[in-house]
């Protein structure tokens, strides 16, 4: 008598769980897909154009005493990274969880994308400007990004009292239009990843480079001095085993564009993403390897070896290993820091590992320290923390 209850329960329970599981999956999948409304407009595509070149009258309009205004896109405003190559290119892949949310629930209007930077962000920025004044600076939002000329950022108007800093949007479609890439990111790979907003950073650094030239550096850098007399076509060993990606040249044509294509082709070929460090390093790595007809780091070294492409040693920019990140932050390594760095043209700071460390302004680290001369300005501004 109790064996159908029994069953009716048990089978209740399977459906439950079935039901839960594929709830899960689903909201996993649409979650990950909805990732591309990070990099859209605020404004909904149901909301008529009418409306959308009216607001963008009135900020134009009022630029000055009417709210938010969109940054321009850097593919349309002047300057533009040129095309000898002498720029210097950030890129700013955030993504605002509201934005991502509001249109998952409401399929409305978004909430706009304020232009934001960390003093750390703006401290990297900074520091390519001081020491490269005849190479315009430019930042590039992946995100949609807006700016209220009445509620200005301390560090943000720090950055743009330099004038060879210039602030863009990038829409992610047109950005990529005409290029090897375009399609690859229609198909949606890129939002499938299990590292987003990671391996966005990938793909836009070699789009960059591709389609620009220029040096490309990461968001957590302290520059320590003038890159303007490099030789054009570098990237530097992070290890003995292996190259990085957070600090990047190549010439917009000839040889430089040559490698820039062959990085293009490897992330496309051979994008996992569920591997965080193959899009970025791993392409890199994997290039130069066929270039230089190698693996051994010490032999790329060798420009010869690379048909002229330099490989920077370790101590050019990575002299402190991801390892040891936290040295930048603790008083006591202080000297040893500052010692391993003097040969340096690049500080790394591994904000993969250290964004959650804070430093109090006038904090006898190195970081603090390398912040104060380098980019004084964001540091003064950053307030009791940097």
């Not at 005493?65 to 002498?86: H, I, R």
């Not at 460090?277 to 693996?295: A, E, F, L, Q, S």
Request: aromatic residues 12%; charged residues 20%; glycine residues 6%.
């Amino acid at each position: 008598m109790m064996y159908k209850p029994r069953m009716k329960w048990i089978i209740l329970v399977m459906l439950s769980l079935l039901a839960f599981s594929w709830c899960i999956i689903y909201g996993a999948n649409m979650n990950r897909g909805d990732m591309r409304y990070c990099f859209m407009n605020s404004f909904s595509p149901l909301q008529s154009t009418a409306s959308l070149n009216e607001h963008r009258h009135r900020s134009t309009r009022n630029k000055y005493t009417f709210g938010p205004n969109l940054l321009e896109d850097v593919m349309l405003a002047e300057p533009k990274p040129n095309s000898n190559g002498q720029s210097i290119i950030f890129h700013e892949t955030s993504c605002s969880n509201e934005k991502i949310r509001s249109h998952i629930q409401y399929m409305g209007n978004a909430p706009i994308n304020m232009m934001k930077l960390t003093a750390r962000e703006a401290c990297a920025i900074e520091s390519a400007a001081l020491h490269n004044p005849n190479l315009n600076v430019f930042v590039l939002f992946a995100s949609p990004a807006y700016r209220d000329n009445n509620n200005t950022i301390p560090v943000i108007e720090a950055i743009l009292r330099y004038p060879n800093v210039h602030l863009r949007n990038l829409n992610l479609w047109t950005y990529a239009a005409g290029t090897p890439m375009y399609q690859w990111l229609k198909e949606g790979e890129l939002f499938r990843s299990n590292y987003v907003l990671s391996h966005l950073s990938d793909f836009l650094r070699y789009l960059t480079l591709w389609r620009w030239g220029g040096t490309y550096l990461d968001m957590d850098v302290v520059v320590l001095r003038s890159l303007e007399k490099l030789p054009p076509n570098y990237t530097g060993a992070e290890s003995s085993a292996s190259l990085a990606a957070g600090v990047m040249n190549f010439a917009p044509d000839g040889f430089g564009h040559e490698i820039a294509g062959k990085c293009i082709y490897d992330f496309l070929i051979n994008f996992n993403g569920k591997d965080w460090g193959n899009n970025g390093p791993g392409v890199i790595t994997r290039v130069m390897n066929d270039i230089c007809k190698t693996n051994n780091i010490e032999l790329m070294l060798d420009p010869k070896r690379c048909m002229g492409f330099h490989v920077m040693p370790r101590d050019a920019f990575y002299a402190i290993p991801w390892r040891n990140w936290e040295h930048f932050f603790e008083a006591q390594y202080l000297t040893e820091t500052m010692n391993r760095l003097q040969d340096s043209y690049v500080a790394h700071v591994w904000n993969k590992h250290s964004k959650q460390r804070r430093i109090k302004v006038g904090a006898n680290a190195a970081y603090g320290i390398l912040a104060q001369k380098h980019c004084p300005r964001v540091y003064a501004a950053s307030g009791e923390y940097f």
